[in-house]
């Protein structure tokens, strides 16, 4: 029982890392497009981006190391993959222990 909780707790995290990371690539390409400025689209920009950067920025000094992306920046993307890959591992072997 224990672990199927702990199953649906990695889920769930994982789930809100992946919104608040979607968030932060969409806000980003509304506030760096050329669209009038919001303040308040700043404001949560600069949340979501303290939140989600502790974890994107390791990806982006690897993807960096290996290729040159230019203005692009893949680390978002790689990052995403990256929690589902993490989150669908370890939910398989807690729900294999059951």
Do not use: H, K
């Not at 974890?55 to 893949?74: K, Q």
Request: aromatic share 12%; proline share 3%.
């Amino acid at each position: 029982m224990g672990f199927i909780i702990l199953a649906q707790i990695i889920i769930w995290i994982s789930n809100i890392l992946i919104i608040i990371l979607l968030a932060r690539s969409v806000l980003s390409w509304v506030i760096y497009s050329g669209i009038r400025y919001n303040r308040n689209l700043g404001r949560l920009f600069q949340i979501l981006t303290s939140i989600t950067e502790p974890i994107v920025s390791p990806v982006r000094r690897f993807i960096s190391r290996f290729v040159n992306t230019g203005m692009l920046d893949l680390a978002p993307l790689v990052t995403f993959f990256i929690i589902i890959i993490i989150s669908r591992i370890l939910t398989s072997i807690l729900y294999a222990l059951v």
